[in-house]
C-alpha cells in the first residue's frame, strides 16, 4: 500500500474544528490516522511551517472548452486549479455548445479526467441551449454525472421554469445554481450604478437587479423545499434575504467571490477593463456585509469567480470588454493577503469557506481531513511572498487586475486522491 506522512504541520480541519500542529498518515489514497510519530512510508513531506488542511473546493468557475479554447481549455484550467491549491473545481457551463446533453457532460468528465490535475465537477444546464425556455434533460444529466444545473452567467428569467427545475431536481436531491440578476434591470450596465458611476458618467447596475432576482428565487425554493444555490452574491440586500431565508429553513446556500471580498466600484476609476466583473463591483458597505455574511454563515463560501478572457478581449473599450477575471491562482493568495492578514478572517474561518462549506453545498464527502476520508489535502506556505505576472501563470488567460501585485501565502504541494503533487504556486518570491 502506499503511504504518506505528512510531518509536523499546522494541521487545521474545519470540518471538526481541529487547528494544531501534528502529523497525518495517508495510507492508500485515504487519511489513515492523525498524531503519528513515526511512520515507515514511501513518501515523507516535512510540514513545518506550512499548514495543512483539506483540498480546496471551487464552486464557480466558468468553463469555456468547448466553444472558447482562445479562453482557457480543460487541461489549462485544471492546471490553473492544482497551482492555487483546488483539488476540486465546480464549472458552470459557459460553452457552445452548452452543456446540455450526456454527450457534453461526459466529454468534460473524460477530458478532465485525461488530464490529472484536478477534479472537475460539472454543472450542467438548467434549460436547453441556455435560452430559459424549456427544461434540460435533468435525468440524463444526473446519469452522466451532472453534481447541479445552471445557466450560468445567464440567470433563469422565467419563473415557471426555475419553479419547475427546482421541483424535478429534489428526485435528485441536487441544487440549482442561479445567478441572481434580472436582465430588465441590468440591462447595458458597466458597473455599480452609485455615486463612482455617477461621477464617471457610466451606465450603472443597480443593486436591485440582484436583490429581486434573489428575493424571487427565494421564494420558489421556499414554496418547493428544493435546493437553491445562489452565484456570487455581491448585495447587502441579497446578503440580508438569504439570512432571513435561512432562518425560515429554506434549502438555500450562496457564494460570494473573493474580489468582491477585496474590490469596490472605486477601483472603476481608473477605466481598467480587469475591474468589469458581473455582478460588478459593490460599494463599500455591499463588501461589509458580504464580510459579515462570511463570518455568521449566512455567506457558505468563497469562490474564485475564474472567467478566463483572451487578452484581445479585455483590450476593448470599457462598454464593450466582457466582464471577468481569472481567479483559480490567486484565489488562496488574495484571501491570505487581504482577509486573514488584516484580521478579518481567521486562517480557521477562511479555510472552512473554501472546504468544507462548498462539500456541504454540493452533498459530497470531500473537505475535511477524518479518518477514513479521501485524501485531497493542500499545505499552505502563509509566509510565502510572490508577484502576479502572467509568465508565472498557466492559465491561457491573465485577465486580473493583480498583475503586479505582491501577494503573501501560497501553495506549495496538493494532494489529490492521495498522491502527492507540486502546487508551484510562486517561485522564489518574485
Not at 19 to 36: M, Y
Not at 356 to 370: E, K, M, N, Y
Request: hydrophobic content about 40%; some cysteine.
Amino acid at each position: 500500500m502506499a503511504r504518506l506522512w505528512i510531518r509536523d504541520g499546522r494541521v487545521i480541519d474545519p470540518a471538526s474544528g481541529e487547528d494544531r500542529q501534528t502529523s497525518l498518515l495517508i495510507e492508500d489514497g485515504r487519511i489513515a490516522a492523525w498524531d503519528v510519530t513515526s511512520a515507515e512510508a514511501e513518501q515523507v513531506v516535512d510540514a513545518r511551517g506550512l499548514i495543512v488542511a483539506p483540498g480546496l473546493i471551487d464552486l464557480h468557475c466558468e468553463l469555456r472548452e468547448p466553444g472558447f479554447e482562445e479562453d482557457e481549455t480543460i487541461h489549462t484550467l485544471t492546471r490553473a486549479a492544482q497551482r492555487g491549491g483546488f483539488t476540486s473545481v465546480v464549472c458552470i457551463p459557459e460553452t457552445e455548445p452548452p452543456v446540455d446533453t450526456q454527450a457534453g457532460v461526459e466529454f468534460i468528465r473524460q477530458k478532465a479526467g485525461r488530464a490529472g490535475h484536478a477534479r472537475v465537477l460539472v454543472v450542467a444546464c438548467v434549460s436547453k441551449n441556455r435560452e430559459g425556455r424549456e427544461l434540460a434533460e435533468i435525468g440524463m444529466l444526473v446519469e452522466a454525472g451532472a453534481v447541479a444545473f445552471s445557466d450560468g452567467s445567464r440567470a433563469v428569467q422565467n419563473s415557471e421554469l426555475l419553479r419547475r427545475a427546482l421541483e424535478y431536481c429534489l428526485m435528485f436531491d441536487k441544487p440549482i445554481f442561479n445567478h441572481p440578476e434580472v436582465a430588465e434591470l441590468s440591462h447595458r450596465g458597466i458597473m455599480h450604478e452609485g455615486l463612482v458611476s455617477l461621477v464617471l458618467g457610466l451606465p450603472g447596475i443597480p443593486p436591485e437587479a440582484e436583490d429581486v432576482m434573489t428575493s424571487r428565487d427565494l421564494r420558489l425554493a421556499e414554496s418547493t423545499g428544493g435546493r437553491l444555490h445562489l452565484l456570487s452574491i455581491s448585495t447587502a440586500g441579497s446578503v440580508d434575504l438569504v439570512r432571513r431565508a435561512k432562518s425560515r429553513g429554506v434549502r438555500v446556500t450562496a457564494d460570494v467571490s473573493v474580489a468582491h471580498l477585496v474590490f469596490t466600484d472605486e477601483k472603476l476609476r481608473t477605466f481598467d477593463s480587469h475591474f468589469k466583473l458581473q455582478p460588478p463591483l459593490r460599494s463599500a458597505s455591499d463588501v461589509e456585509a458580504c464580510l459579515e455574511g462570511l463570518k455568521d454563515g449566512t455567506i457558505d463560501a468563497i469562490s474564485s469567480g475564474h472567467a478566463p478572457r483572451a487578452r484581445e478581449k479585455k483590450m476593448l473599450e470599457l462598454d464593450v470588454a466582457p466582464p471577468g477575471m481569472i481567479g483559480l491562482e490567486t484565489t488562496l493568495s488574495m484571501v491570505s493577503t487581504y482577509l486573514v492578514r488584516t484580521g478579518r478572517l481567521t486562517w480557521i474561518e477562511a479555510l472552512e469557506k473554501l472546504t468544507i462549506g462548498p462539500a456541504r453545498v454540493l452533498g459530497i464527502p470531500r473537505g475535511t481531513l477524518a479518518v477514513g476520508s479521501v485524501a485531497d489535502l493542500v499545505l499552505i506556505d502563509p509566509d510565502y511572498e510572490w508577484t502576479v505576472e502572467p509568465s508565472r501563470l498557466v492559465s491561457s488567460s491573465a485577465n486580473t487586475p493583480l498583475l503586479g501585485s505582491r501577494l503573501y501565502g501560497a501553495a506549495r504541494f496538493v494532494v489529490l486522491d492521495g498522491q502527492l503533487r507540486p502546487a508551484l504556486a510562486a517561485t522564489n518570491g518574485s
